[in-house]
């Protein structure tokens, strides 16, 4: 009783740490913690990223993804926020995911369907995936900024491509980035102009130079090629993009080729 009673003073991310360092001694306790952290999140205030993780899983989930992590990461964050931190990197990867697909096959239902969960139900995520980044500050919270800035109408740099130390982040993002800079007018397609085929998009977009031109062209092909698109587990809208974007460039090479022995 006196337990029971110590854990209502306590909020949801003391609990859920304490779900968390109980699980290996008493599952059936841990779980009940951790559904009481559930609870609480609506009656107190929580930190964004705490939320997520509580939303996300439950307390099974949580330890195992624990005991994946490295003493030093156990020792450098609390075990919520350990859970947190890799749990937002894995969301911001998948939403990377769904805007190349979109950005590439922005009228394909059935692909979209299969990367992503509805347009809608999509965009509340990635605010949620964004809004846990920002709390959990530093290396994530700079990712979360990133995601926000290329899921809008801003963009990303050279700088901060080169910034990333997530391989498979740096490859989405070096991807959506070159694609949209070397076909800017992909996503005015309808289903009007994509029965003309993919044409359309093949007339080679202004760049500012041509030496900037080829240097795109390399680094979209770069990122294609990564070791994220050999994944034997890799969604098949996703392949279907990259696909897509290999044939595109071929096209536009061979008409760039054709325009130059003119």
């Known amino acids: 009783m006196r337990a029971h009673l110590a854990w209502l003073n306590c909020g949801a991310s003391e609990l859920s740490t304490a779900a968390l360092l109980l699980r290996p001694l008493s599952r059936s306790m841990a779980k009940s913690i951790w559904e009481s952290a559930r609870e609480r999140k609506a009656a107190v205030q929580v930190r964004a990223h705490e939320r997520l993780a ?39 990867k998948s939403h990377l995911e769904v805007l190349f697909v979109k950005s590439v096959l922005p009228n394909d239902e059935d692909e ?26 530093g290396d994530i919270g700079r990712l979360g900024e990133m995601l926000h800035r290329i899921s809008g109408p801003d963009d990303v740099n050279e700088e901060d491509l080169e910034a990333l130390d997530d391989d498979d982040i740096k490859t989405l993002v070096s991807v959506i980035l070159h694609y949209r800079r070397i076909f800017p007018t992909s996503t005015l397609l309808t289903e009007t102009s994509r029965s003309a085929g993919v044409s359309i998009l093949l007339s080679p977009p202004p760049s500012p130079t041509r030496k900037d031109g080829g240097k795109w062209h390399y680094a979209l092909r770069c990122a294609l ?38």
């Open 225 to 262: 090629g990564s070791p994220l698109f050999d994944h034997g587990d890799m969604p098949a809208s996703l392949e279907e993009a990259r696909d897509r974007v290999i044939d595109m460039l071929v096209e536009v090479e061979k008409t760039n080729k054709a325009v130059a022995a003119l």
């Open 54 to 92: 509580l939303e996300s899983m439950d307390v099974d989930e949580a330890y195992s993804r624990l005991q994946k992590m490295t003493e030093s990461e156990k020792k450098r964050w609390a075990p919520i926020q350990a859970v947190a931190r890799a749990l937002v990197k894995e969301n911001i």
């Open 112 to 137: 979209l369907r299969e990367v992503g969960t509805g347009e809608g139900n999509e965009e509340r995520q990635r605010r949620s995936t964004i809004e846990a980044a920002r709390s959990l500050g």
